[in-house]
């Protein structure tokens, strides 16, 4: 199964319409830096591990790298930074919708994945309906998470079988 790593954006838009845990269904692995679950998802997200949340350490390589970042790059987080860097360190995609830390993976060659994507992944694997996908992008919007929502629809658009 692919590994993907992931930032908390992911987590809050799954949450805000109650189908985080769905996500954990999907035929993939999701991880995150120890560092990120600690610090944002433990408190209120700490059964994700029971679900299969992987909970992963940097290397030392990498939490160089991270410094080096932090001085070339404005915007991301210290979070993002570990997710993105965590991604390239087990060289797997990146799943984030911070248009800042999207920034940073396109000039640094990381492959990125969002949520849209796993809205689509849902429909794919059959966990839910087209009509369903685009009722949870609704219920996105009604909740504040910022998503390109025409690109959100059509997406799902094209998915209708």
Same mark, same amino acid.
């Given at each position: 199964?692919?590994?993907? *790593?992931?930032?908390?954006?992911i987590?809050?838009?799954?949450?805000?319409?109650?189908?985080?845990?769905?996500?954990?269904?999907?035929?993939?692995?999701f991880?995150?830096?120890? *560092?990120l679950y600690m610090?944002?998802?433990?408190?209120?997200?700490?059964d994700l591990?029971?679900?299969?949340?992987?909970i992963?350490k940097l290397?030392s390589?990498? *939490?160089?790298?991270?410094?080096?970042l932090?001085?070339?790059?404005n915007?991301?987080?210290d979070?993002?930074f570990?997710?993105f860097?965590?991604?390239k360190?087990?060289e797997c995609?990146l799943?984030?919708?911070?248009?800042?830390?999207?920034?940073?993976?396109?000039?640094?060659?990381?492959?990125?994945?969002?949520t849209i994507?796993i809205i689509?992944?849902?429909?794919?694997?059959?966990?839910?309906?087209?009509?369903d996908?685009?009722?949870?992008?609704?219920?996105?919007?009604?909740?504040?998470?910022?998503?390109?929502?025409?690109l959100?629809k059509?997406? *799902?658009?094209q998915?209708?079988?």
């Amino acid at each position: 199964m692919q590994l993907l *790593i992931s930032d908390a954006n992911i987590f809050i838009d799954l949450n805000v319409c109650g189908i985080l845990e769905q996500m954990f269904e999907l035929p993939f692995e999701f991880a995150v830096p120890d *560092i990120l679950y600690m610090e944002e998802l433990e408190e209120h997200h700490g059964d994700l591990p029971r679900y299969g949340l992987q909970i992963k350490k940097l290397n030392s390589q990498s *939490i160089e790298y991270v410094s080096s970042l932090q001085t070339q790059y404005n915007g991301p987080s210290d979070n993002d930074f570990f997710a993105f860097v965590l991604a390239k360190q087990e060289e797997c995609p990146l799943i984030t919708g911070d248009a800042q830390l999207r920034k940073v993976a396109v000039a640094e060659g990381v492959e990125l994945k969002g949520t849209i994507w796993i809205i689509e992944q849902f429909v794919k694997q059959r966990l839910m309906s087209p009509d369903d996908a685009l009722d949870v992008f609704e219920l996105m919007k009604s909740k504040g998470r910022r998503l390109p929502w025409d690109l959100a629809k059509k997406s *799902i658009e094209q998915l209708k079988f």
